[in-house]
């Protein structure tokens, strides 16, 4: 059980374009989940946390109007990279969690999306 | 400001050594304390967690200790495998957020 998903797992996109990677849990509602920001052989940073239904919170320093996040049902999260360039080029990885069961506090992660702008 | 010290930055162990990795906090707040585990490419998994009414927990070859008055904790791996060689982030945190360690990438030679 608490299989998160995202997808794509990959995307190449040419600088200018917004994408959009989806996060969904496949076997519970997840109230909360959260965008992170991986480079390489660094840690997680987190951009922001989503509640469903409602405006996602981000992290200072993280453009709102850059990164798009909707949380629209417990079971799916989006993030839009709106007008991207070379350096957006990162690790995303979403995680969700939910305040029912024994594990309040326990994040379920994605397998991550790798984004490269040409 | 990094709430979440680790080290050491990277390690290699041989197979069937142990592997030792540590981080301390600041913020006696927090009550939640897992580790991840990251192999390249992919998402972090929870490994083991502990809460700070225990001072240790074993789960298979993996143990953290705790010393809440020293405000540290550390994951040990037994039996070291080079199946284990991956880079591990220890987390803590008081309500949803959690706040990661810098990691420790750990090489298990054969």
């Known amino acids: 059980g608490a299989v998160v998903s995202q997808h794509p797992s990959w995307v190449i996109c040419k600088s200018g374009t917004s994408v959009k990677i989806e996060c969904r849990s496949l076997?519970?509602?997840?109230?909360?989940m959260f965008w992170y920001r991986q480079f390489p052989k660094k840690s997680l940073m987190l951009m922001a946390t989503?509640?469903?239904?409602?405006?996602?919170?981000?992290e200072q320093g993280v453009e709102k109007d850059k990164f798009l996040i909707n949380h629209a049902s417990l079971t799916l999260s989006t993030l839009t990279v709106t007008s991207a360039h070379p350096e957006d080029s990162s690790f995303y990885i979403c995680?969700?969690?939910?305040?029912?069961?024994?594990?309040?506090?326990?994040?379920?992660f994605g397998p991550g999306t790798r984004l490269t702008v040409l | 400001q990094q709430q979440v010290k680790q080290s050491p930055q990277s390690l290699i162990v041989q197979k069937g050594g142990i592997s030792i990795i540590n981080c301390a906090y600041e913020?006696?707040?927090?009550?939640?304390f897992p580790w991840y585990q990251q192999f390249p490419g992919k998402g972090p998994a929870l490994l083991i967690a502990?809460?700070?009414?225990?001072s240790e927990k074993k789960e298979g070859r993996f143990t953290i200790s705790f010393n809440k008055s020293a405000k540290q904790f550390s994951l040990h791996i037994m039996d070291s495998q080079p199946g284990d060689s991956a880079t591990y982030f220890c987390?803590?945190?008081?309500?949803?957020?959690?706040?990661f360690g810098a990691g420790t990438q750990v090489v298990v030679t054969p």
């Open positions: 987390a803590a945190s008081k309500g949803p957020k959690l706040q």
């Open positions: 076997d519970f509602q997840a109230t909360t």
């Open positions: 502990i809460r700070p009414d225990v």
């Open positions: 989503s509640n469903e239904g409602s405006k996602a919170t981000y």
């Open positions: 913020n006696t707040a927090f009550d939640y």
């Open positions: 995680s969700a969690s939910s305040p029912s069961g024994n594990s309040y506090n326990e994040q379920f």
